[in-house]
């Protein structure tokens, strides 16, 4: 027959465990040799080294890098193409409103030209006169400039020329008459202005070059006979 176990027996002390934690032994001063910690578990169960870890952080780093790389240049590409179609929707925003707005001018020029005969011929007075000025004033803030005048050289890309001739007042191509005028918007030409030119007349050099030679022509036989003159009074002298 067994006796039961006496109290204290078979199980642990109640009460708090001090451990000492210190560094330094106290009694010897000298530093306590640490036991070694045990290496962590890998993945498969077993340890892992030290290297495998930094290894596998820096290849997810370069993948990391290498996939911001990858979004900063679809980002760039991106912001490079709406730049070119917000450039692209304002150019032709642009072009089609000053196409709106030539097509739109165009159909006013013979109004104008109508205005610019009444003007000439001294019928444009009274209210159709203020009507005229304020079309007028309006279309020159629309950008539509008049251009065509007499005296100016010619230039087949605003002009338009209808009549031709040839005279000795003019030393190049020139416009001597503005039958119809041009109409532009900024550098675009609705309109080329509809003129008379004149070119230089070549036989107007030829009739110049004929009268500077008549004078030298004409001096040439009196001084041959002043130079016989002088021969006969020279004889008669020298016989006495």
């Known amino acids: 027959m067994t006796t039961p176990p006496t109290k204290g027996e078979g199980e642990e002390r109640e009460g ?4 000492d934690k210190r560094r330094i032994d106290p009694e010897t001063g000298k530093v306590r040799e640490t036991a070694a910690t045990p290496p962590s578990p890998g ?8 290297g495998e870890p930094a290894k596998e952080v820096g290849e997810e780093v370069a993948a990391l890098q290498s996939q911001l790389a990858e979004r900063t240049l679809d980002l760039q ?5 709406y730049d070119n179609y917000r450039k692209r929707v ?5 072009a089609v409103r000053e196409q709106a707005l030539a097509n739109v001018l165009n ?5 104008l030209d109508d205005i610019g005969r009444a003007r000439d011929h001294g019928e444009l007075v009274g209210g159709f006169k203020s009507v005229a000025e304020s079309l007028e004033a309006t279309t020159g803030k629309l950008g539509l400039t008049r251009f065509g005048e007499k005296g100016e050289p010619f230039d087949p890309v605003v002009h338009e020329a209808l009549m031709h001739g040839y005279s000795a007042e003019v030393t190049e191509t020139s416009v001597t008459d503005v039958l119809q005028p041009g109409y532009r918007i900024g550098e675009r030409i609705l309109r080329p202005a509809r003129v008379a ?11 110049a070059g004929a009268e500077a030679a008549g004078p030298a022509a004409e001096a040439a036989p009196g001084a041959e006979a002043a130079s016989d003159g002088e021969q006969n009074t020279d004889g008669p002298k020298g016989d006495a």
């Not at 708090?16 to 451990?19: S, T």
């Not at 993945?43 to 030290?50: D, R």
């Not at 304002?90 to 642009?94: I, K, M, P, W």
């Not at 030119?197 to 107007?204: C, G, L, M, Q, S």
């Open 16 to 19: 708090p465990v001090i451990r």
């Open 43 to 50: 993945p498969s169960g077993g340890t892992a080294s030290g």
């Open 77 to 81: 590409r991106l912001k490079a193409e």
């Open 90 to 94: 304002e150019r032709d925003r642009v």
């Open 107 to 111: 159909e006013l020029l013979p109004v």
């Open 197 to 207: 030119v004149a070119e230089p007349d070549p036989n107007a050099e030829s009739a």
